[in-house]
T-cell receptor, first 113, second 113 residues
């Protein structure tokens, strides 16, 4: 039972344009959401997070939006750069699994020069 | 500036062999985690340790054991390796297991023949 889903395995974007990565969840008890970025042969690195009491959080080029009623979050990268090419994972805390992060499957983002 | 260090980086085992994956963090974090990453599956939690002296099962604990040796070190042991345990293993840590970003090592790539 995949409680956090990233339904797009890959996304291709032109440099300078917006990248939008999507994530859906099924557990209404999730209360904190994170995005991680992963380069090949490296571990995931934390990018940005959002609490369920907010609907938007911004950090430079990265903005995360949360729609609790739809159980959906998205990561916007504006403008996209070739160095943003990586695998992006969304993850969630909460529910019955206190202290445990539940990850989505990941989306491969490719930003073309 | 080490953060989370995992050893070894690569390993090839034969079915039935045993092995211990090592993880150490230098951030004085209380909580530590072991994940495995398989294609199309995201990261799945194997075991975690909320604090020194405690360990608990995650989503996929079968075939693994863990030891929280001290606050810095958290090891993962495969007693009798199976081909299904071929994966990339990540160790992570965080100060507090509640709604804090986890910091990851660069992984151990394990192949079992």
């Amino acid at each position: 039972d995949q409680q956090v889903k990233q339904n797009s395995p890959s996304l291709s974007v032109q440099e300078g344009r917006i990248s939008i990565l999507n994530c859906d969840y099924t557990n209404s008890m999730f209360d904190y959401f994170l995005w991680y970025k992963k380069y090949p042969a490296e571990g995931p690195t934390f990018l940005i997070s959002i609490s369920s009491i907010k609907d938007k959080n911004e950090d430079g080029r990265f903005t995360v939006f949360l729609n609790k009623s739809a159980k959906h979050l998205s990561l916007h990268i504006v403008p996209s750069q070739p160095g943003d090419s990586a695998v992006y994972f969304c993850a969630a805390y909460g529910g019955t699994s206190y202290g445990k992060l539940t990850f989505g499957q990941g989306t491969i983002l490719t930003v073309h020069p | 500036n080490a953060g989370v260090t995992q050893t070894p980086k690569f390993q090839v085992l034969k079915t039935g062999q045993s092995m211990t994956l090592q993880c150490a963090q230098d951030m004085n974090h209380n909580s530590m985690y072991w994940y495995r990453q398989d294609p199309g599956m995201g990261l799945r939690l194997i075991y975690y340790s909320a604090s020194e002296g405690t360990t608990d099962k995650g989503e996929v604990p079968n075939g693994y054991n863990v030891s929280r040796l001290n606050k810095r070190e958290f090891s993962l042991r495969l007693e009798s390796a199976a081909p299904s345990q071929t994966s990339v293993y990540f160790c992570a840590s965080t100060q507090d297991s509640y709604n804090q970003p986890q910091h990851f090592g660069d992984g151990t790539r394990l192949s079992i023949l």
